[in-house]
């Protein structure tokens, strides 16, 4: 029989070695650890039973008023609410469009997105028969060309806020605009974006008829649940559309420990203290800064801005650097026996960084003393 007692000795068994996550709460990596809150309420949940529909209501009008938006509903993760958004635009509340999805030739099923909002997992959106007509280019997009885009196969306008999405393209404001004008929905897709807990009403405010938050992110709250978010009108879609009906989103099932704990976490991270959490990260970020900011050829610093949703320590290999490029770095961190992972494969970005959302202060000690032997190690390679 496999040591069931603790998480290490379920890894020992199975000869998988455990990592610290300094990457932040990437889905590969484990994504984040829940709150314990969220994990208090989840095994409270084990013995009772419950119908689920009535569960999930319940649970969304709850988090509907915690948040203060005017309505909710819980998903598989914010990727399953791209999924119900769309069965949501397609079918709406006509049981027989709910039944033969994703078999959609016959009704509305193109959704607008711009071009530099398309991004690695936005083929989810089309699970439930739907297809994508991009708009605009690289450079940007124009109010004309989604316009131009609208036909009657048209079923909803996608928005995407996300790091590095760039700043040429339309806002969401502009696109609630012409989707409503049109008598089409705007869905948003805001997966990443906790914190600021202002996201949570901003884009709702904004106009967008239901948008996506991952529960297992910033929340802190079961990694497999999500958030959306939006008007009752367009929750009461989604609801229909979703999980445990028989739906094309039958699969993303949310158990019902799962949904006391998204509950949980939510109601735990609205009532926290935003500036005081930013302080003890920043504080945090700077220790590692501190550790590895005169080795030659590395520049670093405590950023917190849009692309950085929590104060991390960003940290470029400049022109004065004779070592390996920065992939390097991240594979030798996720080396054995203290195997770190820190945000490295966005070969994109000139820059990479440490993100404290699931370190302890302990972790970070840890977390510092190996970036700086690594770097120290590979600058005098040269």
Same mark, same amino acid.
């Given at each position: 029989?496999?040591?069931?007692?603790?998480?290490?000795?379920?890894?020992?068994?199975?000869?998988?070695?455990?990592?610290?996550?300094?990457?932040?709460?990437?889905?590969?990596?484990?994504?984040?650890?829940?709150?314990?809150?969220?994990?208090?309420?989840?095994?409270?949940?084990?013995?009772?039973?419950?119908?689920?529909?009535?569960?999930?209501?319940?649970?969304?009008?709850?988090?509907?008023? &915690?948040?203060?938006?005017?309505?909710?509903?819980?998903?598989?993760?914010?990727?399953?609410?791209?999924?119900?958004?769309?069965?949501?635009?397609?079918?709406?509340?006509?049981?027989?469009?709910?039944?033969?999805? @994703? &078999?959609?030739?016959?009704?509305?099923?193109?959704?607008?997105?711009?071009?530099?909002?398309?991004?690695?997992?936005?083929? %989810?959106?089309?699970?439930?028969?739907?297809?994508?007509?991009?708009?605009?280019?690289?450079?940007?997009?124009? @109010?004309?060309?989604?316009?131009?885009? &609208?036909?009657?196969?048209?079923?909803?306008?996608?928005?995407?806020?996300?790091?590095?999405?760039?700043?040429?393209?339309?806002?969401?404001?502009?696109?609630?605009?012409?989707?409503?004008?049109?008598?089409?929905? %705007?869905?948003?897709?805001?997966?990443?974006?906790?914190?600021?807990?202002?996201?949570? *009403?901003?884009?709702?405010?904004?106009?967008?008829?239901?948008?996506?938050?991952?529960?297992?992110?910033?929340?802190?709250?079961?990694?497999? *649940?999500?958030?959306?978010?939006?008007?009752?009108?367009?929750?009461?879609?989604?609801?229909?559309?979703?999980?445990?009906?028989?739906?094309?989103?039958?699969?993303?099932?949310?158990?019902?420990e799962s949904i006391a704990g998204?509950?949980?976490?939510?109601?735990?991270?609205?009532?926290?203290?935003?500036?005081?959490?930013?302080?003890?990260?920043?504080?945090?970020?700077?220790?590692?800064?501190?550790?590895?900011?005169?080795? @030659?050829?590395?520049?670093?610093?405590?950023?917190?801005d849009y692309n950085h949703y929590?104060?991390?320590?960003?940290?470029?290999?400049?022109?004065?650097?004779?070592?390996?490029?920065?992939r390097v770095i991240g594979e030798?961190?996720?080396?054995?026996?203290?195997?770190?992972?820190?945000?490295?494969?966005?070969?994109?970005?000139?820059?990479?960084?440490?993100?404290?959302?699931?370190?302890?202060?302990?972790?970070?000690?840890?977390?510092?003393?190996? %970036?700086?032997?690594?770097?120290?190690?590979?600058?005098?390679?040269?």
């Amino acid at each position: 029989m496999m040591d069931y007692s603790s998480g290490e000795k379920i890894l020992e068994s199975l000869g998988v070695t455990p990592i610290l996550n300094a990457g932040g709460p990437v889905t590969r990596f484990s994504g984040t650890r829940p709150r314990p809150e969220a994990m208090q309420a989840m095994m409270a949940m084990v013995d009772p039973f419950v119908e689920l529909p009535e569960f999930i209501d319940a649970a969304g009008k709850r988090i509907a008023e &915690i948040i203060g938006v005017p309505a909710a509903t819980i998903t598989s993760g914010a990727s399953g609410g791209l999924t119900v958004q769309t069965a949501a635009a397609m079918a709406k509340d006509d049981p027989e469009l709910i039944f033969q999805l @994703p &078999i959609a030739d016959d009704i509305p099923n193109e959704l607008i997105i711009q071009r530099n909002h398309r991004f690695g997992y936005d083929h %989810l959106y089309l699970t439930p028969g739907a297809r994508f007509v991009e708009v605009g280019n690289k450079d940007g997009c124009t @109010p004309e060309e989604v316009e131009n885009a &609208i036909s009657d196969k048209t079923a909803a306008i996608i928005h995407l806020e996300s790091p590095y999405s760039g700043d040429n393209v339309l806002p969401v404001e502009t696109l609630v605009e012409i989707a409503h004008r049109n008598g089409l929905p %705007l869905m948003t897709d805001a997966a990443s974006r906790l914190p600021p807990r202002a996201n949570l *009403t901003k884009f709702v405010d904004a106009g967008s008829d239901l948008v996506s938050f991952s529960g297992g992110k910033g929340i802190r709250g079961p990694q497999a *649940t999500g958030l959306l978010l939006g008007n009752e009108e367009w929750i009461e879609y989604a609801k229909l559309n979703n999980a445990p009906h028989a739906t094309v989103a039958r699969a993303q099932k949310v158990s019902k420990e799962s949904i006391a704990g998204i509950l949980a976490a939510v109601e735990a991270f609205v009532n926290e203290d935003e500036e005081e959490e930013n302080r003890r990260y920043t504080r945090l970020m700077q220790s590692v800064v501190d550790q590895i900011i005169e080795i @030659p050829g590395v520049d670093a610093e405590v950023v917190h801005d849009y692309n950085h949703y929590i104060p991390h320590a960003v940290i470029k290999l400049n022109d004065r650097w004779n070592g390996p490029p920065k992939r390097v770095i991240g594979e030798r961190m996720l080396e054995a026996p203290d195997r770190i992972m820190i945000l490295t494969f966005l070969e994109e970005l000139p820059e990479f960084w440490v993100d404290p959302l699931n370190l302890s202060d302990e972790e970070v000690q840890i977390v510092a003393d190996k %970036l700086r032997r690594v770097l120290l190690d590979a600058s005098n390679e040269a």
